[in-house]
């Protein structure tokens, strides 16, 4: 079992930045690929950005050039920077793992932070 901790939403004007941070805990050796995806009233879920064990990343069209995926440190902590946010990025952002369980994989999702771009 993985469980995710989201942190760091909140309201900015756009324009503005933010940076999201995700904690890993429990049986994190098995995790293959780390990602945020958000969503927002009314919308299906979607990725914004993963990276896998390997270091690559992938982006969403609509955030390429503004949102960074980032690890921490510590293995278990995954970051998103956030810079000139749009009011088209308020949602609520989900933090998500891709791990092995056994010979399938699992995902695991955190409860989720709000991201609200608004002036």
């Known amino acids: 079992q993985v469980q995710l901790v989201e942190s760091g939403g909140g309201l900015v004007q756009p324009g503005g930045s933010l940076r999201l941070s995700c904690v890993a805990s429990?049986?994190?050796?098995?995790?293959?690929?780390m990602g945020w995806y958000r969503q927002a009233p009314g919308k299906q879920r979607e990725l914004v950005a993963e990276?896998?064990?390997?270091?690559?990343?992938n982006y969403a069209e609509s955030v390429k050039g503004r949102f960074t995926i980032s690890k921490g440190n510590a293995r278990n902590w995954m970051h998103l920077q956030m810079n000139s946010l749009k009011p088209d990025d308020t949602a609520v952002y989900y933090c998500?793992?891709?791990?092995?369980?056994?010979?399938?994989?699992?995902?695991?999702w955190g409860q989720g932070t709000q991201v609200t771009v608004s002036s």
């Open positions: 998500n793992a891709a791990a092995m369980v056994g010979i399938s994989g699992s995902d695991y």
């Open positions: 429990g049986t994190i050796g098995n995790i293959y690929s």
């Open positions: 990276m896998n064990s390997g270091g690559s990343t």
